[in-house]
């Protein structure tokens, strides 16, 4: 059948519509997909930045709980190494070096308050986020938590991941909501795929000082 003018135009116009959606699928228009808090243009973060003052654990090691020994602090550790070794972020533990304290870490068992970690942000004496609340303002001084009661069924790998989102936070980072492979997705729905720093994750630290 010989194709009228008509036809060809119509094959063309579907032809680049189709044209449109592949290269959409092939690159999102967004190419980050990492969150900050605050406005994108002026987003909040750790004040003093994430080369300078040190870490603290509260946490300890051998925490018993629902017939599980947690080993907290080396969870802790070793989740801020991840942020250390992979972002710009050079945060050493305060043991080792001394100076001024910006990240504390807790682990106990604070039971059914509806997260496996938060954290609190603090501007001087100032609360200024918490737990599910998101901060208001930049902050200087973080806690950050993790619950026993909800990890009882947890790997240490799992746990630890809750360690690494929530230093995630603590750096500057909000929830992923994209579904792009993030530490930062929520979660709540643990066992995550994600339990180390992805690479959008890494790209969101590092662009955000
Ligand atoms: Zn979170």
Do not use: C
Not at 22 to 46: C, H, M, Q, R
Not at 81 to 102: L, Q, S
Request: aromatic residues 12%; without cysteine.
């Amino acid at each position: 059948m010989k194709k009228t003018g008509k036809t060809k135009t119509r094959i063309k116009l579907f032809a680049a519509i189709v044209g449109i959606f592949v290269a959409t699928a092939i690159s999102p228009f967004k190419l980050a997909a990492y969150e900050y808090y605050g406005w994108w243009n002026d987003p909040l973060k750790l004040k003093t930045g994430i080369t300078s003052g040190s870490y603290t654990i509260f946490a300890t090691d051998g925490l018993q709980y629902g017939g599980k020994t947690f080993m907290f602090a080396t969870a802790w550790k070793s989740a801020m190494g991840e942020w250390n070794d992979k972002t710009e972020a050079a945060i050493p533990y305060h043991g080792d070096v001394g100076g001024v304290e910006r990240i504390r870490m807790d682990g106990y068992n604070h039971g059914m308050n509806g997260v496996h970690g938060w954290v609190d942000m603090y501007s001087g004496p100032k609360l200024v986020g918490h737990r599910q609340q998101a901060p208001t303002e930049s902050w200087d001084y973080v806690v950050a938590n993790i619950n026993a009661y909800y990890l009882t069924n947890h790997t240490y790998a799992q746990y630890r991941g809750v360690a690494i989102h929530e230093i995630g936070h603590a750096l500057g980072l909000a929830h992923e909501q994209d579904g792009t492979p993030s530490i930062m997705n929520d979660l709540l729905n643990i066992p995550n795929t994600y339990l180390v720093p992805q690479q959008d994750d890494i790209n969101g630290v590092n662009n955000l000082y």
